[in-house]
């Protein structure tokens, strides 16, 4: 998913927030103007049961920036010259990034068997020759590189069959690592066998617990930082399919509707569009069908 915020304590020697030294506790009002920030630039709520999260996701900036309250962070924060470039520090504080590889497979299962084969049968594949797909909230990159798997492994039959991926997210942290595709084997233990070998390499040395994907599949996914709060996406493609995933749970239904119908904009009729199995689009006025277990499909005239 693109993010959620902290939603436990930090492990090892990072102090939970109910047991912080007053001097460094943020007082409330510091905290109601930090949470209305977060409300208005990515949409999620924060009521005041989110303080002690906030707080402890923090202590590591405010320990970065030699600082000695959370309250003189918030200033430095709110206050120019340093706002612009801090808010991006502070957005990356305030967000975490929970994704795996072939997350919710029963997806990946639903492109390969009904989606590909429906959109390369189109009039509209054979004019473009391509299909566009679009990871809509792709964290540390695992969603966009399964994508980019799954496809590579349908092209092996189909010598005319092509594909791009377009993947984005806020964070501009999370996005280094993606675009980097350095993964530890932890993370790739999902990913079959088979594939592992196709797609990714292993480090050697004093690099041997990590593996990296391989260029010729980094080549086909591009990255970019979008936030969901902003008017215009600035993306000129028009996508076959998008996932967007994990994401609408943080969002109040206004924004859930607001988000996907942006979204909705650079889908092209037809298209599909793929959200979590613990998401719902019910009761949203958006032009879209279900057409299986939290797929949706835009249709002509809707």
């Known amino acids: 998913m693109a993010f959620r915020l902290w939603a436990h304590r930090m492990p090892g020697n990072s102090p939970s927030a109910d047991i912080l030294e007053p001097a460094i506790r943020l007082s409330q009002q510091n905290y109601e103007k930090m949470a209305e920030f977060v409300t208005r630039e990515l949409g999620i709520k924060m009521p005041a049961s989110k303080k002690s ?72 594949h054979k004019l473009k020759k391509k299909i566009t797909v679009w990871s809509a909230a792709c964290s540390t990159g695992e969603e966009p590189y399964t994508l980019a798997m799954i496809m590579s492994e349908y092209a092996l039959t189909r010598p005319q069959f092509d594909f791009q991926i377009l993947s984005t997210d806020i964070s501009t942290r999370v996005l280094l690592t993606a675009k980097d595709g350095i993964y530890s084997r932890h993370q790739i233990e999902p990913v079959p066998r088979e594939l592992r070998r196709r797609y990714l390499l292993n480090g050697k040395g004093e690099y041997r617990s990590l593996v990296r994907v391989r260029p010729e599949l980094r080549r086909r996914v591009s990255f970019h930082q979008l936030n969901f709060m902003d008017e215009d996406y600035r993306v000129k493609q028009i996508f076959d399919i998008v996932f967007c995933r994990n994401v609408l749970i943080y969002f109040d239904r206004a924004t859930q509707e607001s988000v996907i119908g942006k979204i909705c904009r650079n889908l092209v009729q037809g298209g599909y569009l793929f959200i979590s199995h613990s998401e719902s689009l019910s009761g949203l006025n958006l032009p879209l069908t279900s057409v299986g277990a939290s797929c949706f499909q835009k249709q002509e005239g809707l």
């Open 53 to 124: 999260m906030v707080q402890s996701r923090l202590l590591r900036r405010v320990r970065e920036l030699g600082m000695q309250s959370l309250d003189e962070y918030c200033e430095y924060l709110f206050s120019p010259p340093h706002s612009a470039d801090e808010r991006v520090h502070f957005i990356d504080a305030m967000t975490t990034n929970k994704t795996d590889f072939f997350r919710e497979p029963k997806h990946f299962d639903y492109l390969t068997q009904k989606v590909l084969p429906e959109l390369e049968g189109t009039a509209v």
